[in-house]
């Protein structure tokens, strides 16, 4: 059973979602926040596995909010889901420490492999908009220092970097390769530390602008 975190404004949102993630569909809603700036006091009481977060919402948005969850809880994956075609706020929400985004409206099916793969550690990324999302995210002002090379990898982390940018979890990479889930987070670390990626937002960045993956494959 997925325990969910909703936070979102509107109480007829929440409604629907709520009947979209049903136990039936091995999802639990342990908790429900009507703003940004409860969502950080609710975690500590509920031990959610994701959180569900609406990106506008009117005293703390969602992209505070998630940056606020990453810094208490950074282990605790958030799923940004929107009506706004808003390629700046759901940039700003990939910069704060959110594991992807999905638009409000996808058909139930998609919501549920878009929860069970992020709380499953890994990434999504809704393609009808990803292309232009990343554009903005790459426009946004870089550190000084040279960027780094793809070509530290080694071609096994060039393997699993690939994967991650697919929204494959660890145990997925881990099936798909034939090696140990274990082994799967040290390869990793190591890619992390090479291109100095702070987490998975980052690193399907980095796949994309490498032409490692394409927007919507």
């Known amino acids: 059973m997925i325990r969910v975190l909703l936070v979102d404004d509107q109480e007829l949102v929440r409604a629907g979602l709520r009947g979209i993630l049903r136990e039936t569909f091995g999802f639990q809603i342990v908790g429900e926040c009507a703003d940004g700036d409860e969502a950080a006091g609710a975690i500590a009481g509920t031990e959610p596995d994701i959180v569900l977060m609406d990106v506008r919402m009117t005293r703390l948005d969602g992209v505070a909010a998630t940056r606020l969850i990453h810094d208490l809880r950074p282990d605790l994956p958030v799923l940004a889901i929107t009506t706004f075609d808003d390629d700046e706020a759901l940039a700003g929400m990939l910069r704060a420490g959110a594991a992807g985004f999905v638009l409000k409206g996808v058909p139930a099916e998609e919501l549920h492999r878009a929860v069970r793969t992020v709380a499953g550690g890994g990434a999504w990324l809704d393609p009808a908009v990803t292309g ?37 979890t660890n145990g997925e990479i881990a099936g798909r390769l034939f090696i140990g889930e274990g082994t799967v987070k040290t390869h990793i670390n190591h890619l992390f530390t090479k291109l100095d990626l702070r987490d998975r937002a980052a690193a399907i960045v980095f796949a994309y602008d490498h032409n490692l993956v394409r927007p919507g494959n």
């Open 132 to 168: 232009r999302v990343l554009a903005v995210y790459r426009d946004a002002p870089a550190p000084s220092a040279a960027p780094p090379a793809l070509g530290q990898l080694t071609e096994r982390e060039r393997e699993v970097l690939t994967l991650v940018a697919q929204g494959f």
